[in-house]
Each structure stands twice: as C-alpha cells, then as structure tokens.
C-alpha cells in the first residue's frame, strides 16, 4: 500500500512535468551547462552536465550521476551500446528508461515525459530532470542551478488495541531524530528528517487515545528543506522509532513500554495522508517497452552509503564515486579511478631519537604532506584513496618532543582520504617513505632533530607497488594546502538552536549563520575563498548522530578544506542578565595573537564590549589543525547587548570587524 | 537522587562537633573567570564519596546569597558523584544533558567551579565528566571538550 501510495506520488510529478518537444532518432543539439547541482545540501559536481531542447540532461557515466544515486541510496544498471537504463531506488522502486523513448516506466506504470535518454557523439545523455523526479527527489530551480532533495512520501496511521502505529516512507534511506517536550498541557513528540522534504500531506487525525493529532510541516531552505512532524500525544505515552527499512520508519505510540516493540500484527489501516491533488494530473500512458525482465545489483560495484566511512569490505570496488569497475560494466570509456586500499594495521617502533611509525597497506598509495611554520609546528600526511580499518586513534610515540599522533579517516567523499597528523612541542624532522624490503608499509620517521632551514612546507609521495628504496627524504615548515581559504563555523543550528532569548524572539544558530554569511561577503569581497560548515538551519553532521559527531563533522569540514584559517561564530549567554560584551576564545598558544587580533577589530567595529580574550578547550578550536578561535559575540541574556543584536546593522559591524581582524593578522589573501 | 542530597544537605546542620578541615565550595562570578570561595563546615565522619556528594549538593543548590552573579547549574539538573583514587566522577543526568542552551561562558564557569570545589578535596586531582553515564567530547549543545578528566590546569589561561 505504501509502496503504491510512493509510485501514484511519482506518477503525478512525473506529469507535473512540462512537456516539450519529443525528439526521437534526430540529431539533438546539445549545449555545455554550467549550473551548481545540489542533492540533499551537498554539492555534486558534473562534468557532463548539458542543456538540450530547453532541459538539463547529463551524461550517463558522469561521477555527479554515482554521486547523486550514492547520497540517495540508489542504483543504475546500463551497459553501454544498450537501449536501457535501468534504476534502483531506495525503497525498491524500479525505473526504466529506453533511448529514444518518451516513457519511462515506475515498476509497472508507464509515464509520458518530454524526452528520454539519447546518444549524441557516442555519450549517453538522460533528462536530469525526468531522473530526478522518477528518483522522487524534490526538485528546487533556482538561479544558477538547481536543488534536489529525498521526500516523505507517505505517513499511514494503523490503530491497535493498546497503540497507535505511524507508518513513514521515504523516497531515500531515512535519517532522524526525535525529540520530546514535555510540556503538562501539550506534551509533543518531534521527529526530524533533515534534507527531506514533505510530500506527504500537512495533517493526520491520531484519534486521541494515545495522541491528538500529526502535523507535517517543512522547514530550512529549499537547497536543505527539513521535514517535522508533531505529534501531539496525551500524557504519559511513549514512544519508540523502529526503522522497517531503509526508506521506511514506523514510530509506535503507546502508554506501556512492552507495547512498544515492532512484534504483533498491526491492525488495518485506517487514515491514510495523501498528496493534494491541485489539478487532475494528466497521465499519458504509452506502449512502453519492456525493461529487460530482471536486473540484478552489480555484484562488483558496490553503491558506498554517505558518510560517516562505510565499512570497507572490499578493495576492489568499492571506490567513493561508486562508479562501476571496467569489469562489472562490461567496457568503461572513462579512465577508472584507483582502487580503495586498506590500512590494515599502525605499529611503533621507538629509538632514543626517533619513532617510526609504520601503517600496513593492502596496496600502493600516494599521499601529500603539509607542515606548519613555527609556533605551530603541526605536520600532517593525507594518503588517497585509502581506508582505515578500525576508529580513529592516537598513536603513542615516545619521543618526548611529540606530544600526539592522531590517525583517521578524515574524508569518504568524494575521495576516501586517511590522516595522519602529528603534533609536536617544537621542530621535528619527518621522513616518509617505503620500507626497504617489506612491500606495501609505509614509513614515517619522526626525528627528535629539528628539519633543515630550507626545508620546503609541503610535498607528495607514493608507495610504490612493490618497493625496495626508502623515499627521498622530506621534512620541512610548512603552510596549508590552500592558504587563501577561510572555514567559517555558524555555531550550533537544525536541533541545536544554542542560546534563545525569548522576549526578543533572538535564536543563537539562526545569529550565527547571520554573522557567519555576512563576514562571508566581506572576506569573498577582499579576495579570500571562503567555506560555510552550514549554510542553512541545519546539523553540519549526520542528523542521526550523537552531538559529539555533529562538532567533529564541523572540524571535519575544516581540515579537509586545508583552509588556512577557522573561525567559530557564536552569541555568549547566561544565568546572569549583568555579563556583556564580545569574547575571543582560542585553545593552543599560538592562536592567543589570532584571537587577541580579532577580538580588537571586532570591539572596535561593533561597538559592542570587550569582555577580553580567553583560553579554553573548546572542541571546534581544538580539534582543527589550522589557526583557530571562537568567537562569543555579545550576550543574549543581556538587556543591551540583546538590542544590538536584533538590529541588522549591529551584525554588519560584527562581520565587517571580524573580517578586518582576519585581515590584520593575515594581510590579506596571497597574491594569486 | 535528590533524596541523597537532601539526606546530606541535613546533615550539614546537625554538625556541632569536630570541625573537619573546611570544605570549599567553589562558584564561578557569571561573565569572568573569577570564583567565589564559600567554606562549609562538615562532619569528619564525611569522607571520600560522601563528602564529594555532599560538595556537589552544595554546588547545584548555589550559594545562599548573592546568588544573581553567580553560574548556576541550569534548572533540573541532576548529579551523582562517585571517587576512586585521585578522580572524582560525576555522572551528569537531567535537564543538562538533554541540551545545554545556557552560553559557553557559563558554561566554562560550572565546570571551572566543579572541577576546583571537587580537586579542593583531600586526594582528588581530577574530576572525570559523565553525561548520562557516558563519556562524552562536550555536552548536548555544549562547547567545553570534557571527555578527557578535567584538573584545575584545564582552566589556566
């Protein structure tokens, strides 16, 4: 049923669609286009991405095409010289489309669209735009490009004897989180599906025994749409989320906890939500042809779930783009990527002088290495294209001028990267190399010596396949991979909205991102790059994960950029309404000047107090590898301060002091 | 829980004899690093746990006066705290751990005072911070990295 309620949803925005022009067997005219593509907030780059007959089409065997099936959990079977291309979604639908053929067909409904897929000079082009509405992705056009988003498709009520059932299904694997207010009068629960938009109606009576009523609502920008539903439950319900499936999600309301678990039969359903029907969608049905009669996953090319890193249990294939191997394909006219290689395994060896480190590969790798100058002294290597096998960890070395060593899998997409970075108290010489006569390890040696003055900053190596000489030697002071690139953090945001102060309606993560967009344009003005962690009201980190994944996803942001600094937006609060004014934190001892920078500029900016520069271990400013701080920009639990910051113009002075700060210390971005 | 503490809190009023060394309970001054000291006077029978709970009672009640410029741990927060060896653990429940939405400036300021009130007692060096019985990077909505035992040098500037 629910799955019948998903395909009727696809059928009507398949013909929600414009039909144009039907082009079959003619030579089609087929013009570059250089539109931003996002897919649930997260940009995917293409490089066969056209406009033809007034739609956006694109190669087949575009990685943007892996990489938008990959975020949204689904699959593509073609063989190239065939006539059909075949989809998985998520929940199970299947969808073919046939070259030169207007239909495509959604499991065992065929459905008219403008155009379908065509050859031009030997490539494969679909319609982007019929794909994404056959995926049932939300489709959002704005100016220069164009937004999808996964939906909730279908929300049924089953009403059991002691509990009440909400069935959910989701045109992508599902992600969550609930949370519970519990208020006396209205006790709520919430359940939300960030990057899902709502395709599943607005309301759904729950008949009152165990709760009132569901509302659906969307939030967050049309690039991030959020999806909340309410429930409205009586006092002393329960509640319990069973995922049924990927894409599917049943919460059960009940007063007692044994009556929450998924093991009896359901009762019929009895309400279910459906899509408003604004107008009689006109179908056009046609004779399409029959896909081939099974589709089988490709064994070979397996489709990796988005991040956190996926279990890695197969080196062949399992590349980020999931793309399919030349083998599995059949011929593959695009160069392949290298494979995924594992590290197996880090073990340490310590000598007066020197610790080496060694880190065991399944095969060859290349790897760049970057060092900070003085007082910073950080030295990291980043290995392409590898996986770590096991967490990230420390690696303890005895050198006493070393005080951690940190491997982890700092990056899954769009490559897999793995990091390695070590932090000493002062200089000390690195070498990286092969292991003479022990094929696929890679060793570091780091020397309690300080490196030679004309070291050079940074470099890139291989391990070679099999290798029986040490690496040329490599040391050296260094700066980041990409020193005219800026991360900015808009603190908290999506279900952490930080500090509130509720008399001037004033939210923290909605302030921060504020600042954080408007020191953007400053900073983008004076020429540097800049990087948002967010950009909307949204977890920079997996929604389903725990708040301490959600500060790291924001570091991770930042130190896989190389950025050459990071700078954390934030509004101070507190119990008391006397404290005011602004506060520049920093954690290592050598962003003091950093942030005792920033914090003049901005106070003198604003216009706001000077509550002075403190040192504290906060997560973000520690856990990022490049020059960081955080800044508390004035207080919400004070009178004065709370003025300023509902005025626009004071945010304009906070950013535009902030930004000035950055270019008091730094000078401005390097000279291109 | 809060049973626990008002047992303790009880007992700090029936103390008449044999003055232990005072205990010092520390608050954080909301909007600085500085910390208001507030001795109590406490049975010597109170040792080790004991008197780490009775500390922390003190700690989430707030002083007696003067109470408007001083953190307060929010509203519904509750604690246990248990000592072994030099660490003093505790295990953070209640309203706190579902999401922390007072400022970092605060928020620094309970820790600060928690971590000097509980190393002030006799052998406790650290003070190990559970949220919900877990170890946790920060708190819910935090900014303070807390997952490694915190010691009056966590706070030095």
Same mark, same amino acid.
């Given at each position: 049923?629910?799955r019948c309620?998903a395909?009727?949803?696809v059928?009507f925005?398949?013909?929600?669609?414009p039909?144009?022009?039907?082009?079959?067997?003619?030579a089609?005219?087929?013009?570059?286009?250089?539109?931003?593509?996002f897919?649930?907030?997260r940009?995917?780059?293409?490089?066969?991405l056209a406009?033809?007959?007034?739609?956006?089409?694109?190669?087949i065997?575009?990685?943007?095409?892996?990489n938008?099936?990959?975020i949204?959990?689904?699959?593509?079977?073609?063989?190239?010289?065939?006539?059909?291309?075949?989809?998985t979604?998520?929940?199970g639908?299947?969808?073919?489309?046939t070259?030169?053929?207007?239909?495509?067909?959604?499991?065992?409904t =065929?459905?008219?669209?403008?155009?379908?897929?065509?050859?031009e000079?030997?490539?494969?082009?679909?319609?982007l735009?019929g794909?994404?509405?056959?995926?049932?992705?939300?489709?959002?056009?704005f100016?220069?490009g164009?937004a999808?988003?996964?939906?909730?498709?279908a929300?049924?009520?089953?009403?059991?004897?002691r509990?009440t059932?909400i069935?959910?299904?989701?045109?992508?694997?599902?992600?969550?989180?609930?949370?519970?207010?519990?208020?006396?009068?209205?006790?709520?629960?919430?359940?939300?599906?960030?990057?899902?938009a709502?395709?599943?109606?607005?309301?759904v009576?729950?008949?009152?025994?165990?709760?009132?009523?569901?509302?659906?609502?969307?939030?967050?920008?049309?690039?991030?749409?959020?999806?909340?539903?309410?429930?409205?439950v009586?006092?002393g319900?329960k509640?319990?989320?069973?995922?049924?499936?990927?894409?599917?999600?049943?919460l059960?309301?009940?007063?007692?906890?044994?009556?929450?678990?998924?093991?009896?039969?359901?009762?019929?359903?009895?309400?279910?939500?459906?899509t408003t029907?604004r107008s009689?969608?006109?179908?056009?049905?046609?004779q399409?042809?029959t896909?081939?009669?099974?589709?089988?996953?490709?064994?070979?090319?397996?489709?990796?779930?988005?991040?956190?890193a996926?279990?890695v249990?197969?080196?062949?294939g399992?590349?980020?783009?999931?793309?399919?191997?030349?083998?599995?394909?059949g011929?593959?006219?695009?160069?392949?990527?290298?494979p995924?290689?594992?590290?197996?395994d880090v073990?340490?060896?310590d000598s007066?002088?020197?610790?080496?480190?060694t880190?065991?590969?399944?095969?060859?790798v290349?790897?760049?290495?970057h060092?900070?100058?003085?007082p910073?002294?950080?030295?990291?290597?980043?290995?392409?294209?590898?996986a770590?096998?096991?967490p990230?960890r420390?690696?303890?070395?005895?050198l006493?001028?070393?005080r951690?060593?940190?491997?982890?899998?700092h990056?899954?997409?769009?490559?897999?990267?793995?990091?390695l970075?070590?932090?000493?108290?002062q200089?000390v010489?690195?070498?990286?190399g092969?292991?003479?006569g022990?094929?696929?390890?890679?060793?570091i040696d780091?020397?309690?010596?300080?490196?030679?003055?004309?070291?050079?900053? =940074?470099?890139?190596?291989?391990?070679?396949?099999?290798?029986?000489?040490?690496?040329?030697?490599v040391?050296?002071?260094?700066?980041?991979?990409?020193?005219?690139l800026?991360?900015?953090?808009p603190?908290?945001?999506g279900n952490?909205?930080?500090?509130?102060?509720?008399?001037y309606?004033?939210?923290?993560?909605?302030?921060?991102?504020?600042?954080?967009q408007?020191?953007?344009?400053n900073?983008?003005?004076a020429g540097?790059?800049?990087?948002?962690?967010?950009?909307?009201?949204?977890?920079?980190?997996?929604p389903?994960g725990?708040?301490?994944?959600?500060?790291q996803?924001r570091?991770?942001?930042?130190?896989?950029?190389?950025a050459?600094?990071?700078?954390?937006?934030?509004?101070?609060?507190?119990?008391?309404?006397?404290?005011?004014?602004?506060?520049?934190?920093?954690?290592?001892p050598?962003?003091?000047?950093?942030?005792?920078?920033i914090q003049n500029?901005?106070a003198?900016?604003s216009?706001?107090?000077?509550a002075?520069v403190?040192?504290?271990?906060?997560?973000?400013?520690?856990h990022?590898v490049?020059p960081s701080v955080?800044?508390?920009n004035?207080?919400?639990?004070?009178?004065h301060d709370?003025?300023l910051?509902a005025?626009?113009?004071?945010?304009?002075?906070?950013?535009?002091?902030?930004?000035q700060?950055?270019?008091?210390y730094t000078?401005?971005?390097?000279?291109? | 829980?809060?049973?626990v503490?008002?047992?303790?809190?009880?007992?700090s009023?029936?103390?008449?004899?044999?003055?232990s060394?005072h205990?010092?309970v520390?608050?954080?001054?909301?909007?600085?690093?500085d910390?208001?000291?507030?001795?109590?006077?406490?049975?010597?029978?109170?040792?080790g746990?004991?008197?780490a709970?009775y500390?922390?009672?003190?700690?989430?009640?707030g002083?007696?006066v003067g109470?408007? =410029?001083?953190?307060?741990?929010p509203a519904?927060?509750?604690?246990?705290?248990?000592?072994?060896?030099?660490?003093?653990t505790?295990?953070l429940?209640?309203?706190?751990?579902?999401?922390?939405?007072g400022?970092?400036?605060?928020?620094v300021?309970?820790?600060?005072s928690?971590t000097?009130?509980l190393?002030?007692?006799?052998?406790?060096k650290?003070?190990q911070?559970?949220?919900?019985g877990q170890r946790?990077?920060?708190?819910p909505?935090?900014?303070l990295?807390?997952?490694?035992?915190?010691?009056?040098?966590?706070?030095?500037?």
């Amino acid at each position: 049923m629910m799955r019948c309620v998903a395909r009727l949803l696809v059928c009507f925005l398949l013909s929600a669609w414009p039909l144009g022009a039907v082009a079959q067997g003619i030579a089609t005219p087929v013009t570059r286009l250089n539109d931003q593509i996002f897919v649930s907030g997260r940009e995917v780059r293409f490089e066969q991405l056209a406009m033809s007959r007034g739609q956006p089409v694109v190669g087949i065997d575009d990685s943007g095409v892996a990489n938008l099936l990959q975020i949204i959990g689904a699959k593509m079977q073609y063989e190239p010289g065939t006539r059909f291309v075949v989809f998985t979604r998520a929940d199970g639908t299947l969808i073919s489309f046939t070259v030169g053929s207007n239909a495509v067909s959604v499991d065992d409904t =065929s459905i008219a669209i403008p155009f379908g897929p065509f050859y031009e000079d030997g490539q494969l082009y679909v319609p982007l735009l019929g794909l994404s509405h056959a995926l049932g992705l939300f489709v959002h056009r704005f100016r220069g490009g164009y937004a999808f988003a996964p939906q909730i498709v279908a929300v049924q009520r089953h009403v059991g004897q002691r509990r009440t059932v909400i069935e959910i299904q989701a045109t992508a694997p599902l992600a969550w989180r609930s949370a519970y207010d519990g208020s006396p009068k209205h006790p709520t629960f919430t359940i939300t599906f960030p990057g899902f938009a709502n395709a599943a109606g607005s309301t759904v009576d729950l008949g009152g025994r165990e709760a009132r009523k569901l509302v659906i609502q969307r939030f967050g920008p049309p690039g991030f749409p959020i999806t909340n539903l309410s429930i409205d439950v009586m006092r002393g319900i329960k509640l319990a989320a069973h995922r049924t499936g990927s894409t599917s999600l049943d919460l059960v309301l009940a007063r007692n906890e044994h009556d929450l678990a998924l093991n009896t039969v359901l009762a019929t359903p009895s309400v279910q939500v459906s899509t408003t029907p604004r107008s009689a969608p006109s179908l056009v049905p046609t004779q399409a042809p029959t896909p081939a009669p099974t589709v089988t996953p490709q064994a070979s090319a397996p489709v990796p779930t988005a991040v956190p890193a996926p279990e890695v249990t197969d080196n062949s294939g399992a590349i980020a783009s999931g793309s399919p191997s030349p083998e599995a394909s059949g011929a593959s006219p695009s160069p392949s990527p290298s494979p995924l290689e594992k590290i197996m395994d880090v073990s340490v060896i310590d000598s007066a002088d020197a610790s080496r480190i060694t880190l065991s590969l399944t095969g060859p790798v290349s790897f760049e290495w970057h060092r900070l100058a003085e007082p910073d002294n950080r030295f990291w290597i980043d290995i392409s294209q590898a996986a770590l096998i096991g967490p990230a960890r420390e690696i303890t070395v005895k050198l006493a001028t070393v005080r951690s060593v940190k491997i982890s899998q700092h990056q899954v997409l769009p490559d897999h990267v793995v990091r390695l970075i070590i932090d000493p108290s002062q200089p000390v010489d690195v070498s990286i190399g092969a292991i003479e006569g022990a094929p696929n390890q890679l060793g570091i040696d780091i020397h309690a010596r300080p490196p030679p003055e004309d070291a050079p900053s =940074s470099g890139v190596g291989v391990l070679p396949a099999v290798s029986q000489s040490p690496q040329p030697r490599v040391a050296v002071t260094a700066g980041p991979s990409h020193p005219n690139l800026i991360v900015i953090d808009p603190g908290h945001g999506g279900n952490d909205p930080g500090a509130i102060n509720q008399q001037y309606g004033l939210v923290e993560s909605h302030l921060t991102l504020a600042i954080a967009q408007r020191l953007k344009t400053n900073l983008e003005r004076a020429g540097w790059h800049v990087v948002l962690t967010r950009d909307g009201d949204y977890e920079v980190g997996d929604p389903n994960g725990n708040d301490d994944q959600e500060l790291q996803a924001r570091c991770d942001v930042a130190n896989a950029s190389g950025a050459r600094l990071f700078i954390s937006v934030h509004i101070n609060s507190s119990f008391s309404s006397g404290p005011s004014g602004l506060t520049t934190y920093f954690w290592r001892p050598s962003d003091r000047t950093l942030a005792q920078v920033i914090q003049n500029a901005t106070a003198r900016a604003s216009g706001a107090g000077d509550a002075g520069v403190k040192r504290e271990n906060f997560y973000v400013i520690h856990h990022t590898v490049m020059p960081s701080v955080l800044i508390e920009n004035a207080y919400l639990s004070n009178w004065h301060d709370a003025t300023l910051l509902a005025q626009p113009a004071f945010l304009d002075r906070l950013a535009a002091g902030i930004a000035q700060g950055i270019k008091d210390y730094t000078g401005g971005p390097p000279a291109p | 829980m809060l049973a626990v503490i008002a047992i303790f809190a009880g007992c700090s009023r029936h103390v008449t004899v044999a003055p232990s060394p005072h205990l010092t309970v520390f608050y954080c001054k909301a909007g600085s690093d500085d910390l208001v000291r507030v001795p109590f006077t406490v049975d010597s029978k109170l040792t080790g746990s004991a008197l780490a709970t009775y500390a922390l009672s003190q700690m989430l009640a707030g002083p007696s006066v003067g109470r408007d =410029s001083i953190v307060l741990f929010p509203a519904g927060t509750e604690a246990t705290v248990s000592t072994e060896g030099d660490v003093a653990t505790v295990d953070l429940n209640g309203s706190i751990v579902r999401s922390f939405q007072g400022g970092a400036g605060d928020e620094v300021g309970m820790f600060k005072s928690l971590t000097y009130t509980l190393t002030g007692l006799p052998g406790i060096k650290s003070v190990q911070v559970l949220v919900a019985g877990q170890r946790k990077a920060a708190l819910p909505g935090g900014h303070l990295e807390i997952d490694e035992p915190l010691t009056r040098d966590t706070f030095a500037q």
